[in-house]
């Protein structure tokens, strides 16, 4: 990607991010902390969005009588507002060399962007964590950030991720977690291609009190493959083979299995109280992100 002058970053055009201004993640379930933040908890408090009413009884503050309703009524009633709380939104991309096919990781990096600005132009706290390559050193963590002036840091921090490694999914997830603290929503960005059980990391993230929101995303030819005659085909992270005779009549089996797939990780989502979307990485980033996502309900 080339950047235009005034551009904010070589991500996202600046069109998309005005138009994000407006948008908001909006979990299936409230996912908040005790922290003061902009989501609804599930108990009372003192913000300005009335929630409720109920009799006046001796002790309570005078200060939240509705005068208007006891001029009306001859009898006091208490004004009760909703508590606004913080929500944590965790970004985690997958990097492994799979990513590396086809624009992937591309559209991956995108949407962490897109993600990213939806939780730093609102009261949420934002977290990164980049699957599949080396953590160690903490180079592929962004640490807890918030507020608008954190935006160009997690810009920075995005553009800079670089594709390669052969971690395994579900062990990546269990590593990140050891930096999370805080309820709220797990954003997966991946191909989900690996050879290891899903169940483990959706678990693991569902009891660190984080919602799955993950979308998978798979290449062209990984959607609709063109093959015939016959292949040797060669996996891009163990490296290992597999001789394949007259691939043109496994095409059906392939397409039976992806769905067996998909709604396995659909159903991974659902009952962690999560969502889940897979899509093609030739998607236009403004078609996903402002019909697919706000029309599911992703975003608001």
């Given amino acids: 990607m080339t950047v235009v002058a005034g551009q904010l970053t070589q991500l996202l055009p600046n069109r998309l991010l005005d138009r994000l201004q407006r948008s908001r993640i909006t979990p299936l379930r409230r996912a908040t902390n005790r922290s003061p933040g902009g989501h609804l908890a599930r108990k009372g408090g003192a913000s300005t969005e009335l929630a409720d009413f109920r009799d006046y009884a001796p002790g309570d503050d005078i200060r939240f009588i509705d005068w208007n309703s006891f001029s009306r009524l001859h009898r006091p009633y208490l004004k009760l507002f909703h508590q606004e709380e913080e929500m944590q939104v965790a970004v985690f991309i997958d990097a492994s060399n799979s990513m590396l096919f086809e624009g992937k990781l591309i559209l991956a990096k995108q949407l962490a962007a897109v993600f990213g600005v939806l939780a730093l132009r609102n009261p949420e706290r934002l977290s990164m964590h980049v699957l599949g390559a080396d953590v160690s050193d903490g180079s592929q963590r962004l640490g807890k950030c918030a507020g608008r002036s954190s935006v160009a840091k997690m810009f920075s921090f995005v553009e800079q991720i670089e594709g390669g490694g052969d971690g395994a999914f579900e062990s990546a997830v269990e590593s990140a977690l050891k930096h999370h603290r805080g309820k709220g929503v797990a954003v997966l960005l991946s191909d989900f291609l690996t050879f ?101 309900g992703w975003i608001r």
Avoid: K, W
Wanted: aromatic share 6%; charged share 20%; hydrophobic share 40%.
């Fill in 196 to 296: 290891g059980d899903l169940t483990r990391p959706f678990n693991l993230l569902f009891s660190a009190g984080l919602q799955p929101m993950a979308i998978q995303i798979l290449a062209p030819s990984e959607l609709a493959p063109e093959v015939n005659g016959d292949l040797r085909m060669v996996d891009c992270e163990q490296l290992e083979t597999l001789d394949v005779s007259s691939a043109g009549s496994l095409l059906d089996i392939y397409q039976e299995h992806l769905q067996s797939f998909q709604y396995q990780l659909e159903t991974l989502c659902r009952q962690r109280s999560g969502r889940f979307l897979s899509t093609g990485s030739a998607t236009d980033i403004e078609l996903l992100v402002f019909d697919t996502l706000r029309r599911q």
